[in-house]
């Protein structure tokens, strides 16, 4: 008798790589990926033996199914994997406010009306932090902070849904940092987040430019790692009601990211220091945007943010299976390397650019 999962996000950069994984962790799992329907065509292509292709829609209460598909779901789903959501530190309110959080919502009530649910797994982001500074505990959540943007603040409302539930939900919360590519490979889905520092020394005609400051740290972790502590979560029964923070426990500042990149890129360090509120002020017009590479002023602040993230809980849990986060260091090369490939295809360009 097959065990059916609910997954939503495929075939995106986390899902995608999640589902294989999966299936591999549980012989008799089949996996119901519930896709919005413009996507369905290229998962269909994508999907590997053991997945189902269900169009859907989070943002409906009924999850875009007929009552008959969603009843039957309800009575067959052991595990729900939810990974949907506007990843984008330019979105806006309306669209952020939709996906994110009363999507999370519906997946929520689903989830509370499967009669066998081993758990919900929920794919949060360490920077519901917001603006705080300092230590981020995995067990923190509303501390008074504000938000950089509507990505982090409808992220954060929807871990508020997440956990309004979990005395009567299992659950587990995944928080990872920004993902980049694969440790080993390098092969990423975009170009955004610290690869704008990449597009802005592709685009430099002259010295480059360091823009980030030397007492921040800047957390990066590779998509392979995020999606191996998924799965290791997945398997552990002792997850069952915990927060991880899937973060580099020993981040380099964002001086020391920059450096690395350059040199990797470019064989030299950046020599022309700029002022963080000098570049977050020139951003605003669009042909000083191109000159950086194209970045959104949304992102930045997180070359600057003086924040550091508790790893208590998730270090139990993947020591046990294993794991442990790749430094920086390690794998710079790699993510150049697929950067240098590709960094003039338009496929890798984030979506607000396109």
Known sequence: MPRTYLLTGFPGFLAGRLVPRLLADDEEARIVALVEPRMVERARALAPDGVDIQPGDITDPMLGLDERTYERLTADVVKVFHLAAVYDLAVGADLAERVNVTGTQHVVDFCGRCADLE??????????????????????????????????????????????????????????AIVVGDSRTGETQKFDGPYYLLRTYAAAKGPLLQIGRGDAAFNVVPVDFVVDAIAAGARDPEAVGHTLHLVDPEPVSSFELARLLALEYAGKEPSLPLPPGLVDRSLKYKPIRRMFGGPPRESIIY???????????????????????????????????????????????????K
């Open 119 to 176: 758990r919900h797994h929920y794919i949060s982001t360490a920077y519901v932090a917001g603006t705080r500074s300092g230590l981020v505990l995995e067990d923190d959540l509303a501390k008074g902070q504000d938000f950089k943007n509507f990505y982090e603040s409808t992220k954060f409302a929807a871990e508020v849904v997440v956990r309004a539930r979990m005395d009567e939900i299992p659950t587990t919360i995944y928080r990872p």
């Open 303 to 353: 070359l600057n943010h003086p924040v550091t993230f508790d790893v208590t809980q998730a270090a139990e849990i993947l020591g046990r299976n294993g794991l442990r986060c790749p430094r920086f260091p390690e794998y710079v090369g790699a993510m150049v390397s697929f950067f240098k490939a590709h960094e003039d295809d338009d496929a890798y360009r984030p979506a607000h650019e």
